[in-house]
Nanobody
Framework: QLQLVESGGGLVQPGGSLRLSCAAS????????IGWFRQAPGKEREGVSC????????YYVDSVKGRFTISRDNAKNTVYLQMNSLKSEDTAVYYC??????????????????????WGQGTQVTVSS
């Protein structure tokens, strides 16, 4: 079965850290740009950070710049999102997605979701004291 599987979510206090993982199953993610997206209750899904297949290009939404870092290990078929200095407004379900033919910027601003090839099922991140 071809799928993306997220893990690493949980409950963390403000100022804390979490590392999310997005593992590709049933296919090689080497040639895909991978992005992290999040959706808070009552809000639209937004792009958080995206990384190109070679890791040569990355994109971050302004609200997470300097706090989140995206990386990938193609040998492990996995993309990571290191989240530091977490805030209550980071609370959301976090999803990863993969696309073959989009730039990281177009992917992260969700310019054409129809060109996304795979989505994961999501992992909950709750930032609360």
């Amino acid at each position: 079965q071809l799928q993306l599987v997220e893990s690493g979510g949980g409950l963390v206090q403000p100022g804390g850290s979490l590392r999310l993982s997005c593992a590709a199953s049933g296919f090689s993610s080497d040639y895909y740009a991978i992005g992290w997206f999040r959706q808070a209750p009552g809000k639209e899904r937004e792009g958080v950070s995206c990384i190109s297949s070679s890791a040569g290009s990355t994109y971050y939404v302004d609200s997470v710049k300097g706090r989140f870092t995206i990386s990938r290990d193609n040998a492990k078929n996995t993309v990571y999102l290191q989240m530091n200095s977490l805030k209550s407004e980071d609370t959301a379900v976090y999803y990863c997605a993969a696309t073959l033919f989009m730039t990281v910027q177009d992917m992260c601003v969700m310019r054409n979701q129809g060109r996304f090839d795979y989505w994961g099922q999501g992992t909950q991140v709750t930032v609360s004291s």
